[in-house]
């Protein structure tokens, strides 16, 4: 036997290419040439237009061709739609709503979700329209309505951060505690504002357009910048897209995931002097449905449902889309079931939609 090692072939050497281990010079193959995008293949043009807008940009606009595309169906269909009347109508509807809006689209970029904001209205609603609160005016209403709402969000997010309670069971839960919370303390029945101020913030208009609109654009202004301009939102995003990174990136990802829960309290404290100024009343059945509502509008806006991305401005394209297609519902006379299961399809296709941008977009 010789003594003399047969040389191993370059092709068995493991971790090279192909072409490496037959010898050859990787650099004058260009194969192996790491080549830019073909303008020819399929995929490039639209790399390109994801270059100069972003997804979320893309996604607004497709939202705003939705809501012209809308007003032509509402103008052919029904003679008062364009009336000036009717769209102010549809900005005050999406007010309330909007701001609730604010807040779950804090929630739910941060990895959670919150069903109980219907239930915080009510609750809120009514504890700032009892006779003992209203005795105290204007400021102790406004201040009632907040604290309330700011203290049943907070409690959530106690619960779900440092109790280790799943978002969905707590808020559910407590979506049924503070609407029994509600009934209770107005005995089901409506209290009515007798603080003419405290009724005017939904009757005073400026420029024709009803405060609660401006009101609106004020908050939307406002979570707007917290969410894109400040540290709160760039931890938000880090909470909802991977919470033990953002940990072992030195974010406190309970104390943060609790202070969400309580802004969208606040944002429902605020809705809940938004409705009751409109409806001139406080009562436990008001902001019905609106976390359906709310988690709908920022679903169409494009904001994932497992957290880390979405944009606050499609979650307000999302309300004023949900809200134009109720108007023209009530305009063309078609029944509340009607409505209901129009809502839930378009969620279905939303969420399929989602499911479909994730699975095309690069991992």
């Known amino acids: 036997m010789s003594d003399q090692t047969t040389p191993r ?36 043009g639209r790399q390109q237009l ?64 919150d069903l109980s904001v219907g ?33 049943v969000g907070l409690l959530n997010g106690i619960l779900i951060a440092y109790g280790r309670i799943v978002a969905f069971i707590t808020t559910l839960a407590m979506m049924a505690s503070a609407r029994g919370v509600a009934e209770r303390l107005s005995d089901r029945q409506s209290q ?20 609660l609109v401006y009101l609106m654009a004020g908050i939307v202004v406002l979570g707007w910048l917290l969410l894109n301009r400040t540290t709160f939102g760039r931890r938000t995003f880090a909470v909802g897209g991977n919470p033990e990174a953002a940990r072992l990136a030195g974010i406190a990802v309970r104390r943060h995931t609790m202070l969400l829960y309580l802004l969208s309290g606040v944002c429902c404290g605020v809705a809940a002097v938004m409705l009751t100024a409109r409806t001139t009343s406080g009562a436990s059945n008001l902001g019905n449905l609106y976390e359906l509502d709310s ?31 109720t108007n023209i519902f009530v305009l063309n006379n078609l029944t509340t079931d009607i409505q209901e299961i129009a809502k839930g399809l378009i969620i279905l296709v939303a969420v399929l939609l989602q499911r479909t941008r994730g699975a095309r977009s690069p991992a």
């Open 50 to 113: 994801l270059r100069l807008f972003p997804l979320h940009q893309m996604h607004s606009l497709g939202l705003v061709v939705v809501l012209v595309l809308l007003g032509v169906v509402g103008t052919v269909t029904s003679d008062n739609f364009l009336t000036s009347n009717n769209i102010v109508n549809i900005l005050t509807s999406a007010a309330v709503i909007g701001v609730i809006t604010v807040g779950q689209t804090f929630v739910i970029i941060g990895g959670g979700i």
């Open 192 to 211: 009515v504002v007798t603080v003419d101020s405290f009724n005017r913030i939904a009757t005073d208009k400026f420029l024709g357009i009803p405060l």
């Open 295 to 325: 988690i709908a509008a920022v679903i169409i806006g494009g904001t994932l449902l497992a957290g880390g991305r979405g944009s606050l401005f499609g979650s307000i394209l999302g309300v004023l889309v949900f809200t134009t297609i």
């Open 9 to 44: 072939p370059a092709e068995d050497a493991p971790g090279l290419p192909a072409q490496a281990r037959s010898g050859a010079d990787v650099a004058t193959r260009p194969s192996l040439v790491k080549e830019g995008p073909d303008p020819g293949r399929p995929g490039s």
């Open 119 to 151: 239930a915080i209205v009510a609750v809120a609603s009514v504890w700032c329209t009892t006779v003992a609160t209203q005795s105290y005016g204007l400021g102790g209403m406004l201040f009632t309505a907040v604290v309330v709402g700011s203290a």
